[in-house]
């Protein structure tokens, strides 16, 4: 069976040596050394220059805090093609989704669509850089401003994707960060915020351990983030193969795009970014051409996913408003296998299968 996606294995030696550096301190969690550590190396690798990190213990978490501290209860602008978390915690803190529909090329939110859905109530806008592609940021920041709200990142897929030669992790009042298993940098669990303005970010870290404000006294309401060492030594192990990993899936992608029918609609990357290859989709026809592909490869032992399947907007804990280019992309759309270590063969097969459903 060919998955589609495999979880980076760092050497067994090179994660035990870090687990041991967690039972020499006799210390499991509560930002310990080895948190500290991947905080300063994270920094570094990613190059941020105004935005400081802070590591939790997933990707969801973030967003939750994030909305908890911004977003105050009231009406969040938002995509609806996005993995379930980036809806799930708007309404999870009580706060109500208010659907945009998406570019149909770019796939991120369509930025031209905001200003029409912002009402007396919206406090926020909670965007995803969708498969690592940035939103357009300049565009978003200018109609936050102007309407006085409060900008979140949902930068799951972003690991390392830059825009005019900065972090994508540096635009908006906050972005949120996943280091799930299936992301491209992972602590097998785990996540991370990014923020800008001290103020904000000490509110951040307050909330994620609690709202202690030392052993006795408190800030306000909080919650358990934080990251455990163990979490944070396989980060440290995973860290220094970054680049490895990085240029294996530039060569993976690559052969996707030139072995794949030129009739099949790709992702169309934001001009000035530098991607970071996290995902591999590929926009069939229609539906039904889809579910015969994924028929045909699943009858060769290959999984491709749905994702992200269902648009947002459908879900069923929420009032049905359409949001038609999404609900009809989120049909159409299957990111083929894309892992470290994939072999040439297997590549030519999928692309076989797929070929011929373009
Ligand atoms: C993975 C993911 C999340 C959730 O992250 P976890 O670490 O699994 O909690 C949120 N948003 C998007 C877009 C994701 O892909």
């Avoid at 920041?141 to 709200?149: D, G, Q």
Wanted: hydrophobic share 40%.
């Amino acid at each position: 069976m060919i998955p589609v996606t495999k979880s980076f294995l760092p050497p067994i030696e090179e994660y035990t040596a870090q687990v041991q550096r967690a039972y020499n301190n006799g210390w499991l969690t509560n930002r310990g050394a080895l948190v500290l550590e991947l905080e300063d190396k994270l920094t570094a690798y990613l190059n941020l220059d105004q935005s400081r990190i802070l590591l939790m213990n997933n990707g969801t978490i973030p967003l939750q805090i994030a909305l908890k501290c911004l977003a105050k209860g009231g009406e969040v602008i938002t995509t609806p093609f996005s993995y379930v978390a980036t809806t799930s915690t708007i309404v999870w803190e009580g706060c109500t989704p208010i659907f945009v529909d998406i570019h149909p090329e770019y796939l991120t939110i369509d930025e031209t669509k905001i200003e029409a859905a912002i009402t007396d109530k919206t406090t926020c806008i909670l965007a995803t850089h969708v498969f690592g592609n940035p939103c357009n940021v300049e565009d978003i920041e200018r109609i936050a401003k102007k309407h006085n709200l409060k900008v979140i990142y949902d930068g799951a897929h972003a690991f390392g994707v830059t825009y005019k030669g900065k972090s994508i992790f540096e635009y908006g009042d906050v972005t949120t960060c996943s280091f799930h298993a299936t992301k491209l940098f992972h602590t097998g669990e785990g996540g991370a915020i990014f923020c800008k303005d001290s103020d904000l970010f000490h509110q951040l870290y307050y909330r994620h351990n609690f709202g202690h404000d030392g052993p006795l006294a408190f800030h306000g309401l909080g919650i358990n983030g934080k990251m455990s060492e163990l979490q944070a030594a396989m980060g440290l192990a995973v860290l220094p193969y970054m680049e490895k990993i990085l240029n294996s899936r530039e060569v993976l992608v690559k052969t996707y795009v030139e072995g794949l029918n030129p009739t099949f609609q790709k992702l169309k990357l934001r001009t000035e970014s530098a991607w970071n290859n996290s995902y591999f989709p590929v926009i069939f026809e229609n539906e039904e051409r889809l579910l015969m592909a994924e028929r045909e490869l699943l009858a060769n032992q290959i999984m491709a996913r749905r994702y992200f399947y269902p648009s947002l907007n459908t879900l069923p804990y929420l009032n049905h408003s359409p949001v038609p280019i999404s609900e009809n992309t989120a049909k159409r759309v299957l990111c083929l296998p894309l892992f470290y270590g994939m072999q040439a063969v297997e590549q030519a097969l999928i692309l076989a299968v797929v070929n011929n459903f373009s």
